[in-house]
């Protein structure tokens, strides 16, 4: 088992920058690849961005292309997304999740292994 822990949400203004953090304990000596998701209210839980094992390789949905970034610490067993710009748009619970896959591409919903509880962030305009 993997337990994924969130942190680093908070209520920021348009065009500021937030980082989120995701920490993995529990069976991690496979390393996993990572990616992020958001849910606004009311809508369909939606891909962000992944990251394979090494690091080296990512992919980032369309509309966060250029102005986020997901990075990861193998050491620390933990993940990164820093997100700059933030638009109001951005405002969502945004969650950690972990995958055997070796694909690092736009992945489905019900992909990932494991999931983290969720961080809010919300964008004021």
């Known amino acids: 088992q993997v337990q994924l822990v969130e942190s680093g949400g908070r209520l920021v203004q348009a065009g500021d920058s937030l980082k989120l953090s995701c920490t993995a304990s529990?069976?991690?000596?496979?390393?996993?690849?990572m990616g992020w998701f958001r849910q606004a209210q009311a809508k369909e839980r939606e891909f962000v961005a992944a990251?394979?094992?090494?690091?080296?390789?990512?992919y980032y949905t369309d509309s966060v292309k250029g102005r986020f970034t997901i990075s990861r610490d193998n050491a620390k067993n933990t993940t990164y997304l820093q997100m700059n710009n933030l638009e109001p748009e951005d405002t969502a619970v945004y969650f950690c999740?972990?995958?055997?896959?070796?694909?690092?591409?736009?992945?489905?919903?019900?992909?990932?292994?494991?999931w983290g509880q969720g961080t809010q962030v919300t964008v004021s305009s």
């Open positions: 529990g069976s991690t000596k496979h390393t996993l690849a």
């Open positions: 999740a972990a995958s055997t896959t070796a694909i690092i591409n736009k992945w489905p919903v019900d992909l990932p292994d494991y």
């Open positions: 990251i394979g094992r090494g690091g080296t390789i990512s």
